[in-house]
């Protein structure tokens, strides 16, 4: 089950996005605060026998909806949840414009799931980053 999660506790959210970013204890804590206290922010979970397996975190923009976050605990991963995620916020969400950011190891997924890829070349020394950008007016 997939739904609009808003009641994570600190801990679980930290732990989650503690998967999915640098781990930087400040950066994790600021991230934790935004999606609680921004109105631009939305965030979903995915469930598994009644327990939380994955986050999607959101920043709704005029013009576009990033992509900011996705995080499938370690025990769960490679079994299709974020696939899941990005599909669920694709066809349940009035997204017209969805936009990621990512390094390397993931543009393949991005690119399976439609997403077009943008090199942004190296962002940080030695780190190329891409941007990927879905479309629901191109269908």
């Known amino acids: 089950m997939i739904c609009k999660v808003s009641d994570l506790s600190d801990q679980v959210l930290y732990e989650f996005l503690s998967y999915c970013m640098s781990p930087v204890a400040e950066r994790i804590e600021t991230?934790?605060?935004?999606?609680k206290t921004r109105t631009n922010r939305e965030l979903?979970?995915?469930?598994?026998?009644?327990t939380l397996r994955g986050i999607i975190g959101l920043i709704q923009g005029e013009s576009e909806t990033e992509l900011k976050h996705i995080a499938i605990h370690p025990?769960?991963?490679?079994?299709?949840?974020?696939?899941?995620?990005?599909?669920f916020v694709i066809k349940s969400t009035e997204i017209n414009k969805l936009v990621a950011e990512t390094d390397k190891d993931?543009?393949?997924?991005y690119k399976k799931k439609g997403f077009k890829i943008i090199s942004l070349g190296e962002k940080y020394p030695g780190v190329e980053r891409f941007k990927c950008e879905y479309s629901n007016n191109s269908l």
């Open 44 to 50: 979903y979970g995915i469930y598994l026998n009644n």
């Open 75 to 87: 025990e769960f991963r490679l079994q299709g949840l974020g696939s899941k995620l990005i599909e």
């Open 106 to 109: 993931a543009v393949n997924f």
């Open 31 to 35: 991230e934790c605060s935004n999606y």
